[in-house]
């Protein structure tokens, strides 16, 4: 079983609706959930840092985190073709020294 | 927010030359610094975590003596691709962080090797 497993896509939403990407990670005791957003050709950018069980929201980005369930979700409302990328998830693993583990992405088209 | 670059962001090199890439976190210290690399459609795949002062921890499969990681400073680490052969090139990226805090990357150096 892969630490940080992502859908790998292409998930394609029409414009205007909401796009939800979804994560699972192996290692119960995870504290740090990450969602990184990666234009083809360009380096990872921070999109959405999550911590506690809940939903985190910020403009059009809600992340929510269920730590029972393992499980972590980035949902973008009003999806728009600029969100049109691969998001990575990404979850501090305790079992390797708080290292930064990713998913392999899902890539996200948004069609006009 | 927290700013880090590299340099240079392209490079393009003959087959057996070295090459350094610079990351420097601007705007705040990072304890740690990582080195990724990607190959075209595929995932990222950190190659080794650095920590300033120390020598740096490589993954399964990373040559130590071929990708030679210097942390010297807080705010700079470099990786050099020694002897660089064409099945090197790639985009290299590394990103900085600052305690058990948020991971911030840089933008990515392009390296071909002719």
């Known amino acids: 079983q892969k630490e940080v497993e992502q859908n790998s896509g292409p998930l394609s939403v029409p414009e205007g609706a909401i796009a939800s990407l979804n994560c699972t990670y192996s290692d119960r005791v995870s504290q740090s959930f990450f969602w990184y957003r990666q234009y083809s050709g360009k380096s990872p950018e921070l999109i959405m840092s999550?911590?506690?069980?809940g939903d985190k929201e910020d403009g059009r980005f809600t992340a929510q985190l269920n730590k029972a369930s393992q499980y972590v979700s980035l949902l973008i409302r009003d999806s728009q073709p600029s969100d049109s990328a691969t998001y990575l998830c990404a979850v501090t693993m305790y079992s390797s020294a708080s290292k930064i583990i990713f998913g392999s992405g899902t890539r996200l088209s948004i069609r006009p | 927010g927290a700013v880090v670059s590299q340099h240079p962001s392209w490079v393009i090199c003959k087959s057996g030359t070295s090459v350094k890439i610079e990351c420097r976190s601007l705007d705040f210290q990072a304890t740690t610094m990582f080195w990724y690399r990607q190959f075209p459609k595929q995932s990222l795949m950190l190659m080794a975590t650095?920590?300033?002062?120390?020598?740096?921890?490589?993954e399964q499969g990373v040559e130590k003596d071929k990708f030679l990681i210097n942390h010297a400073s807080l705010t700079l680490s470099t990786l050099t691709v020694t002897s660089a052969h064409p099945e090197d090139s790639s985009f290299y990226i590394c990103?900085?962080?600052?305690?058990?805090?948020?991971?911030?990357f840089g933008p990515g150096t392009r390296l071909t090797v002719l």
């Open positions: 990103s900085a962080r600052a305690g058990d805090n948020e991971q911030f």
């Open positions: 999550i911590y506690s069980n």
């Open positions: 650095s920590n300033e002062g120390s020598k740096a921890t490589y």
